[in-house]
């Protein structure tokens, strides 16, 4: 019975590589920016933390002596990040995937009372939501200066132009 429920572990084992690996890139694309975004040490953190999921994954898989064969996710196609507000969209993507992965792989324990299983998931259920409240955070944040920045160069393109014509 434990096997079912297991069944839709994999995906979940590899996503996190996956995703540990664009948090990698956007922190090599901002490595060498002098004015790096003040999430880029987060996405350090959360390239560290997503390898180790993967690995808690592949642990939990194989304490049966289950035969474990993951499938292939593919890389991020993305190079460049752009702007500090594309980077957290795109990391608030990779965590609401698996946030989403992990709601989708505890509809079978629940179904079949797996409480061994779903104690595991909840785990990374609770990190999950906090990565994804603060990414939010950051989004709003990030939008906010944005803004106010854009503000700002019209009100002083606006003087410059009004002070040009005296």
């Known amino acids: 019975m434990r ?3 297991r069944r839709g572990i994999p995906p979940q084992a590899s996503l996190p590589q996956s995703v540990s690996d664009g948090y990698l890139s956007m ?3 901002f490595d060498e920016d002098p004015d790096a975004p003040v ?3 987060f996405f350090q953190d959360q390239a560290e933390v997503k390898k180790e999921h993967a690995r808690q ?3 939990y898989l194989k304490e049966p002596k289950s035969k474990v064969c993951l499938p292939v996710v593919e890389r991020l196609a993305k190079e460049s990040w752009g702007t500090n507000v594309q980077a957290i969209v795109m990391a608030l993507e990779l965590e609401n995937g698996l946030h989403k992965l ?4 505890q509809t079978l324990p629940s179904q079949k009372n797996e409480t ?3 104690e595991f998931l909840k785990r990374f259920m609770g990190k999950q939501k906090r990565s994804i409240k603060y990414l939010e955070y950051q ?3 990030q939008k906010e200066l944005e803004r106010l920045t854009s503000k700002e160069g019209t009100s002083e393109q606006f003087g410059e132009a009004s002070g040009r014509q005296a």
């Not at 992990?102 to 792989?105: A, C, G, K, P």
């Open 3 to 5: 096997w079912l429920a």
């Open 27 to 29: 922190v090599c694309y």
């Open 39 to 41: 999430y880029v040490p």
């Open 57 to 59: 994954f592949i642990r």
């Open 102 to 105: 992990l709601q989708d792989v």
């Open 116 to 118: 061994d299983l779903l």
């Open 139 to 141: 989004h709003s944040y």
